[in-house]
């Protein structure tokens, strides 16, 4: 069965105290690995897609690299505003859609 | 680009009635994705809509049911409401490379 587990659950940083996010994944066949922020009660807000192992990307304090097996989030030097909650979701080759399988998210709180 | 728009953005209903959800994919999307996303986990595939037919369906009952329109834009019925469908309605407009979701419409059964 298709599985996504992220950890920690939360993760408290004070502010410039870098960390990493985990995502761990178990997929027949990924096609892609997506990593969204999600501040309270509003909608996920894309992050990053990562394809294949080895492969990383960058936005201004994130950076996401991806194995065969998880993916990192890296946060370098936060701020508070980069408190919310972190989502990983796979998608997975060969089904009939392009449906995301998420994990519960990381709570990440910076404080000042 | 207005990005994906849902309606309305909260509502409240007693158990057992009806209620209809809608959302306006991004522009240039043709695949229209619903999530229902309880508080505190991750959001939860309900169905997926492409070329107006459902494509494939998560794990929830008939209750939910859905449609697309020819403009690429979704509905979201759900039907005999419970308490446990109070949750965070997402709907998701995808090309191949990336999905984008909408705000969400807060859905509270009373």
């Known amino acids: 069965e298709d599985q996504v587990t992220q950890s920690p659950e939360a993760l408290r940083l004070q502010e410039g105290e870098s960390s990493s996010l985990n995502c761990s994944y178990t997929v027949s066949g990924l096609r892609g690995l997506f990593w969204y922020r999600q501040d309270p009660g509003k909608g996920p807000e894309f992050l990053f897609t990562?394809?294949?192992a080895g492969e990383e990307k960058e936005k201004e304090r994130l950076k996401a690299t991806l194995t065969k097996k998880e993916s990192f989030l890296h946060i370098t030097a936060p701020k508070p505003e980069d408190s919310a909650t972190y989502l990983c979701?796979?998608?997975?080759?060969?089904?009939?859609?392009?449906?995301?399988?998420f994990g519960t998210g990381t709570l990440l709180a910076v404080q000042p | 680009d207005a990005g994906v728009t849902q309606s309305p953005t909260h509502l409240i209903k007693t158990r057992g009635q009806q209620v209809t959800l809608r959302c306006s994919p991004k522009?240039?999307?043709?695949?229209v994705s619903w999530y229902q996303q309880a508080l505190g986990q991750g959001p939860q595939f309900i169905f997926q809509y492409y070329e107006e037919e459902e494509r494939q369906r998560g794990n929830f009952p008939d209750r939910f049911s859905g449609h697309q329109f020819p403009n690429y834009s979704s509905e979201l019925n759900v039907n005999a409401l419970l308490l446990g469908d109070s949750a965070l309605y997402l709907c998701?407009?995808?090309?191949?490379?990336?999905?984008?979701f909408g705000q969400g419409t807060r859905l509270t059964v009373v």
């Open positions: 998701a407009s995808s090309s191949n490379t990336e999905a984008f």
């Open positions: 979701a796979v998608q997975e080759y060969g089904g009939a859609t392009n449906k995301l399988i």
């Open positions: 990562l394809y294949s």
């Open positions: 522009s240039g999307h043709d695949t």
